[in-house]
Nanobody, 120 residues
Framework: QVQLVESGGGLVQAGDSLRLSCAAS????????MGWFRQTPGKLREFVAS????????SYVDSVKGRFTISRDNAKNMGYLQMNSLKPEDTAVYYC?????????????WGQGTQVTVSS
């Protein structure tokens, strides 16, 4: 079983940048797809970005395209979400997730989340 721990959240102003990190332990991230999601109170968890196990393909929700970049370092067992040009509507708890199955885009393991707050 894998444990995921997010970090890097905080309070920033609109237009600023943040880099979220996702540290995995208990299992390698290699050969497993991973993703980032976010959630605000009273709303469903929303997909933000995903990256394949090899890193050769990424996907983003339309609202973050061109501003966010997902990446991974399999050697370090880490995932990242670079967030630029942040907007108040990006305020949420951000979660990283990964699959229990190799090469699958299911999300079975989740971190505890990191708060991102963007002030206007």
């Amino acid at each position: 079983q894998v444990q995921l721990v997010e970090s890097g959240g905080g309070l920033v102003q609109a237009g600023d940048s943040l880099r979220l990190s996702c540290a995995a332990s208990g299992r390698t991230l290699t050969e497993y797809n991973m993703g980032w999601f976010r959630q605000t109170p009273g709303k469903l968890r929303e997909f933000v970005a995903s990256i394949t196990w090899s890193g050769d393909s990424t996907s983003y929700v339309d609202s973050v395209k061109g501003r966010f970049t997902i990446s991974r370092d399999n050697a370090k067992n880490m995932g990242y979400l670079q967030m630029n040009s942040l907007k108040p509507e990006d305020t949420a708890v951000y979660y990283c997730a990964t699959s229990a199955l190799r090469y699958r885009s299911s999300y079975d393991y989740w971190g505890q989340g990191t708060q991102v707050t963007v002030s206007s």
